[in-house]
């Protein structure tokens, strides 16, 4: 079968998608049609992987006392966070919205199997941190494949990831990557919403480049 002709006018759609992709942190509370996890996982398993090692792991979180805990956990480390700031900083940070933990129909934890032999080691000798990055990469598909349906995701960072691991008893060799809100979102905008609440600007591309 021939390879599929990607268009302009597919590369454009395929940019809008980029722009509108975004963290999200206020969900509405209604449910997911049935099977549209599994299908977004589907298609973050195809993601590329070092040495086809394929470490990523979704872990579902429907348990009511899981979630409570992880809920806990983030309160906790939101408060260590927000004590690190101070004056106009720690107005600005306790006015935002991080997490959509309490509204998000789904939780989902994703981890890296750093125990897995699949791929027999290739490409992880010399730089073992590939496996967690193979799986950055899987997340970064979910949620572009889950934009393009109407989907919001958010990433949870102010965790404790040990705590996390220990509430959702994973295997001692699972490192968490990230842990994600996903739902219909409230609203849609094409800029960050820490960009829209004034906590930081996003820069030019160029501001990234250096050339040698």
């Known amino acids: 079968m021939p390879p599929p002709d990607f268009d302009d006018a597919f590369r454009a759609r395929l940019h809008d998608l980029f722009v509108w992709r975004r963290d999200v942190r206020h969900f509405r509370t209604d449910a997911l049609p049935d099977g549209t996890l599994e299908r977004l996982i589907e298609t973050a398993c195809l993601s590329p992987s070092v040495g086809l090692s394929q470490p990523w792991r979704f872990v579902v979180v429907d348990d009511a006392a899981r979630r409570e805990a992880v809920l806990d956990n983030f309160t906790t480390c939101n408060a ?29 934890a994703v981890f890296a199997d750093h125990a897995t032999d699949v791929g027999h080691g290739v490409g992880r000798r010399t730089m073992p941190e590939m496996a967690d990055y193979s799986v950055v990469a899987a997340i970064a598909t979910l949620w572009l494949a889950a934009r393009a349906g109407g989907i919001g995701m958010g990433w949870v ?29 409230m609203s849609e905008a094409d800029t960050p919403e820490l960009e829209r609440a004034g906590w930081e600007q996003r820069r030019p591309a160029a501001d990234h480049i250096i050339r040698r």
């Not at 101070?86 to 991080?98: P, T, V």
């Open 80 to 108: 260590e966070a927000l004590a690190s700031y101070s004056g106009d900083l720690a107005q600005r940070y306790a006015a935002l919205k991080l997490a959509g933990l309490r509204e998000a129909p789904i939780h989902l």
């Open 157 to 185: 960072s102010i965790l404790d990831p040990r705590k996390i691991a220990v509430a959702l008893e994973v295997p001692a060799d699972w490192k968490l990557i990230g842990y994600f809100c996903l739902g219909y979102p």
